[in-house]
């Protein structure tokens, strides 16, 4: 069954662009695509949508104050940031917004359908830039992480690709394994590192 998508883009022209790559998807359904926070707001909670590509700079509401509003009603929505933005203090507020991912525009269609293939994995997708500039603000803190203990030869090593900004595809590639191996072992880091998302196991494993 394909997933079903929503877009919140201001630009018409890039608002077209990324329609047209979502129907060109055999994966992805497009339900409805909004110029602006406002039409979001009005609409996304009542459609049958499972993630949503999200713009940050929108006329009247941001889409970090979209996603937070669509979160608090929509605990299970997901939200990909698709901006040209890599300013810090936005890549932050996005994520603790509820944005489950944050990929540049200038990516390019084949690196944003592989980010929403990694968002519906349970992955938090982001372009390696800004994965760097995540790894970049976790580095200056030194905690001590005995959780980081228990974890396997193997694990560690997927753990250290996922915080250069490698997905899932990317990590089995590099290490000869299948992508479920690589999800099963990341199903399993989080269990001993009692976290949900890849930026907290990221942010464990560097204050190791």
């Known amino acids: 069954m394909k997933k079903k998508l929503c877009i919140v883009e201001d630009d018409h022209g890039l608002r077209e662009a990324l329609s047209m790559m979502i129907q060109f998807t055999n994966q ?6 909004f110029e602006n926070a406002e039409k979001a707001l009005s609409s996304i909670s009542i459609l049958d949508c499972d993630a949503v590509l999200m713009d940050i700079n929108l006329p009247g509401d941001s889409g970090i104050e979209c996603v937070r509003k669509l979160k608090k009603h929509n605990p299970d929505l997901l939200f990909l940031m698709c901006t040209s933005y890599e ?3 936005k890549i932050f507020q996005s994520l603790s917004a509820g944005a489950s991912g944050y990929i540049l525009k ?13 968002l519906f994995e349970g992955g938090s997708p982001m ?5 760097r500039k995540v790894v970049s603000s976790f580095s200056k803190f030194e905690i001590q992480n005995p959780e980081m203990e228990s974890l396997t ?6 753990l250290d690709l996922i915080a250069k900004g490698l997905m899932n595809k990317e990590v089995a590639y590099q290490l000869d394994i299948s992508v479920g191996t690589v999800r099963k072992h990341i199903q399993n880091i989080y269990e001993k590192l ?8 990221v942010n464990m494993y560097l204050k190791r």
């Not at 009692?194 to 196991?201: C, D, G, I, P, S």
């Open 28 to 33: 992805y359904e497009l339900v409805s695509a």
């Open 194 to 201: 009692q976290v949900n998302t890849r930026v907290e196991a």
């Open 127 to 131: 372009s390696i830039s800004i994965a």
């Open 153 to 158: 030869i193997r694990e560690n090593e997927i």
């Open 87 to 89: 300013d810090d203090e």
């Open 106 to 118: 200038t990516e390019g269609p084949i690196n944003i359908i592989a980010a929403l293939d990694e």
